[in-house]
């Protein structure tokens, strides 16, 4: 049974389905209630765009990562969306977080068996995405859940100058000498 439902923040539609929270479909434009947005990707591969585009818009509104970084992001998404429906055929939920240290993605999915990275084959077209996720990434993991698992990864915003280090810089562009790098 599905049945429509305002979202918590009224931008975008939501289903619920018999046991399930009410959760707002991917194709529809979420950025959710502050620094957190959540939504459903169906088991296509379709989604993955959808889901990339969702958690790179949220990341971009709320401001704490470089270009850089929201390219990482974008591709960590990806690769563990395409995961989660390659993997079980099913409904997963996408949770975007902003954190003190950047932005947080969870994917949650009905699978229980936790992914591990195996070394791709060099003929192969498939089997580097948690490699690339482990290396963009500043933290990933996974855990089992009652449902199934989520696997989550975090990419972390660029350091910020320290108001002393602006100063030096200011200093140094007013008398002339080159930035230090």
């Known amino acids: 049974m599905t049945m429509q439902m305002s979202s918590p923040c009224g931008s975008a539609p939501t289903r619920a ?13 979420v950025v959710g209630c502050g620094a957190e947005a959540v939504f459903r990707i169906p088991a296509d ?9 969702q958690v790179v818009h949220a990341a971009r509104k709320w401001g704490p990562l ?3 970084a929201l ?6 998404t990806a690769e563990i969306v395409a995961n989660a429906v390659e993997h079980t ?8 977080s902003r954190t003190t240290r950047g932005v947080r993605v969870e994917v949650a999915d009905t699978r229980p068996q936790l992914p591990e990275p195996a070394a791709p084959s060099s003929d192969g077209e ?14 990933w ?19 910020q100058s320290t108001g002393s280090a602006v100063v030096r810089q200011a200093e140094r562009y007013a008398l002339g000498q080159p930035a230090a790098a």
Do not use: M, N, Q, Y
């Open 141 to 159: 993991g996974a855990h089992t859940t009652a449902a199934g698992k989520t696997v989550w990864f975090e990419i972390a915003a660029a350091p």
């Open 66 to 68: 470089d270009e850089a």
């Open 126 to 139: 498939s089997g580097r995405g948690l490699l690339l996720v482990d290396a963009l990434a500043a933290e």
């Open 89 to 96: 055929g099913e409904v997963s939920v996408v949770r975007v």
């Open 71 to 76: 390219g990482d992001l974008e591709l960590c």
């Open 17 to 29: 389905t018999a046991g399930s929270a009410a959760v707002p479909d991917a194709r529809a434009r």
């Open 45 to 53: 591969f379709e989604s993955v765009l959808h889901a990339r585009k």
